[in-house]
């Protein structure tokens, strides 16, 4: 059994945040690796877009994660939409496409709008971080669990998360493990267990 103690909610490193006064950045945990999730208040909780891994502190990947928003590589949504559980994609980024010469063109002709949905989204997600021991094998189990999970589900925890990531599950011959959440807040559509 592995514990998963989720830290948070934390705003984006910095971005200026909407009643959150614990900046990621600010963290013990900022230099740390492991498991993080991206989410916003949505129901007396939260709702998770994405899980993530990373084997470096938690804010170099963070700093990573800003520059391919502000380049268009991820989606960003309309963030009143969103916190309603519904998803209204604004820019649907360069990530699942090509770089294609009218892909950028449309980014160039709409980068005041996407520009600014994307400082709102990253000013409103909430993100959530649990530092463990960075063991490539079990970070990317994890994660894919998480994801795998949250796609079972039903509603806007299985419709808000992207669809297409390159995630590792466990492997046939590989023994499963279970993880455990420990988290201070709601974490929707993530079960207190889980098999990763």
């Excluded at 949504?77 to 309603?84: A, E, I, Y």
């Excluded at 009218?102 to 530092?131: C, G, H, M, Q």
């Excluded at 960075?134 to 669809?163: H, K, Q, V, W």
Aim: overall charge neutral; proline content about 8%; some cysteine.
């Amino acid at each position: 059994m592995i514990e998963l103690r989720w830290e948070g909610p934390f705003s984006w490193p910095n971005r200026i945040n909407q009643g959150i006064d614990k900046p990621l950045s600010d963290s013990t945990a900022s230099s740390k690796c492991g498991v993080y999730l991206w989410t916003v208040e949505y129901c007396g909780g939260y709702l998770i877009y994405a899980a993530g891994i990373t084997r470096r502190p938690f804010e170099k990947r963070f700093r990573e994660h800003t520059r391919a928003y502000l380049n268009g590589v991820y989606t960003v949504f309309d963030v009143p939409s969103l916190k309603t559980g519904v998803r209204k994609v604004i820019w649907d980024g360069f990530w699942f496409q090509k770089n294609c010469a009218a892909k950028k063109l449309e980014f160039d002709n709409r980068s005041e709008e996407i520009s600014i949905a994307t400082n709102e989204l990253l000013s409103n997600y909430r993100v959530f971080v649990a530092p463990i021991t960075p063991n490539p094998r079990l970070l990317e189990r994890i994660e894919a669990a998480i994801m795998n999970t949250l796609y079972s589900t039903t509603g806007p925890t299985s419709t808000i998360p992207d669809r297409g990531m390159a995630l590792a599950p466990r492997w046939p011959e590989e023994d499963p493990i279970r993880i455990r959440n420990s988290s201070p807040v709601l974490l929707h559509g993530l079960p207190e267990e889980f098999e990763a």
